[in-house]
């Protein structure tokens, strides 16, 4: 089994201080019984659609994936309620709230390519109100991109994007263009 890039480095019991023991995706501390698994991180993120059936694309003004273009969204903060997340990623980034439709999936993948799994979940929505005002130090630009129109894959930051709008592409393929 892989070792875990989330338990790298661990050495110490974090609850107690005597030696941990490394096993695959799990660190265990014989001393007191702790056992760690490195299980992945959780997102929430959004295909923000207009009525044209267009998706805000975001170009990422950070690393990982600086400078390439994402879907708006972000880490789930422990005992957070996905939905508030999603709401709460997008407000912060763009200052738009938002009408949470259609569950797209969850897609795993890795924060870059060193940093921790992730379980990426996806949904559609819509604009419900505020006015776009871009997180400068998260985000450089926003555009819209009709589903036959988007860039190549290459000018992404994450696979977990490309399978998102892929679900969603063949999702409005199979509907006629009405999603």
């Known amino acids: 089994m892989e070792a875990s890039p989330f338990l790298a480095g661990w050495r110490l019991c974090p609850r107690c201080g005597e030696d941990l023991a490394l096993e695959g995706r799990a660190a265990s501390c014989s001393a007191c019984g702790l056992r760690v698994h490195a299980n992945p991180a959780p997102t929430a993120s959004v295909l923000l659609l207009d009525d044209e059936g267009s998706v805000l694309l975001a170009r990422r003004g950070a690393d990982p994936g600086d400078g390439l273009w ?13 939905l508030a997340a999603l709401r709460r990623e997008v407000a912060e980034e763009t200052s738009l709230e938002i009408e949470v439709e259609e569950f ?22 819509r604009i419900a109100g505020g006015e776009l005002a871009l997180d400068d130090d998260e985000l450089q630009e926003v555009r819209w991109f009709s589903p036959d129109d988007l860039p190549p894959a290459g000018e992404f930051a994450f ?14 393929r199979s509907a006629g263009g009405k999603k």
């Open 70 to 82: 994402d879907l708006l969204g972000g880490f789930i903060e422990e005992g957070e309620d996905p």
């Open 104 to 125: 797209v999936g969850g897609f795993p993948d890795r924060y870059g390519d060193e940093g921790v799994y992730t379980l990426n979940l996806y949904w559609t929505a």
């Open 159 to 172: 696979r977990n994007t490309l399978d998102a709008l892929a679900s969603w592409r063949g999702r409005v």
